[in-house]
């Protein structure tokens, strides 16, 4: 069973410039997080799609970020204009359900560096 | 609110050694407890997790945790350190939100 795919793996830009991160979840997955991975700490949640659906997206800074999930499946995480401060990893996650206990698949992440 | 300390940001043992890394929550409500282990560019994997059943709880790899609510607690243990347990360790918390709150992290370093 192939894993979250995340792309690219690795990204440097200009600040101010825009920038997209793609996440593909594992197949029959309906439940899809986005994290943000500062350097030295935790993930900290940014997004959570039920299907097409955000159903929490507190933690999104939506003056510059947006987020879509088309059709309850791929997803992309947008920044425009990225500033340096987002230098940060950006994980991917998905879960087979809604519940708390199902288990959380991530991906490997999608490293941004603002220059 | 709901919060996750890891005490120590660099555990180092010596291969065979007792692994043992600290996670304390704080949560006013009956928390959900994990333990990601985090691989250098890779994902966060699943070790453990606490789901108000048994209190002591095994996971992957030959790890352990044991959740004590009196100490608001749930560290992890393993027996005897490989040299392949070198990763961070992620402590976390969900009460139900379906969110996870994440700790800072533990790095093991495993010395032959």
């Known amino acids: 069973e192939a894993g979250v795919v995340q792309s690219p793996r690795y990204k440097i830009i200009e600040k101010k410039q825009p920038v997209a991160f793609w996440c593909n979840p594992i197949?029959?997955?309906?439940?899809l997080y986005w994290y943000l991975q500062n350097l030295g700490q935790g993930p900290e949640l940014l997004i959570r799609?039920?299907?097409?659906?955000?159903?929490?997206d507190s933690q999104l800074p939506k003056d510059r970020f947006s987020a879509e999930r088309l059709k309850g499946v791929d997803s992309t995480l947008k920044i425009q204009p990225a500033e340096l401060g987002d230098s940060a990893v950006y994980l991917c996650?998905?879960?087979?359900?809604?519940?708390?206990?199902?288990?959380?698949?991530f991906g490997p992440g999608t490293r941004l560096t603002v220059l | 609110a709901q919060s996750v300390t890891q005490l120590g940001s660099h555990v180092s043992v010596s291969e065979g050694a007792l692994v043992l890394l600290r996670c304390n929550y704080s949560?006013?409500?009956?928390?959900?407890l994990f333990w990601y282990v985090q691989y250098p560019n890779q994902g966060l994997q699943l070790l453990l997790k606490?789901?108000?059943?048994?209190?002591l709880v095994k996971g992957i790899n030959g790890f352990e945790a044991e959740f004590k609510k009196s100490e608001t607690s749930f560290h992890l243990t393993k027996p005897s350190a490989h040299m392949s347990d070198a990763a961070e360790y992620f402590c976390?918390?969900?009460?139900?939100?379906?969110?996870?709150?994440f700790g800072s992290g533990t790095r093991l370093q495993v010395q032959p």
């Open positions: 976390a918390v969900d009460t139900g939100r379906r969110a996870l709150t």
């Open positions: 197949s029959g997955h309906n439940t």
């Open positions: 606490y789901t108000s059943a048994a209190t």
């Open positions: 996650a998905s879960s087979l359900g809604r519940e708390v206990f199902n288990e959380q698949f």
């Open positions: 949560s006013s409500v009956p928390p959900y």
């Open positions: 799609y039920e299907n097409e659906e955000a159903v929490d």
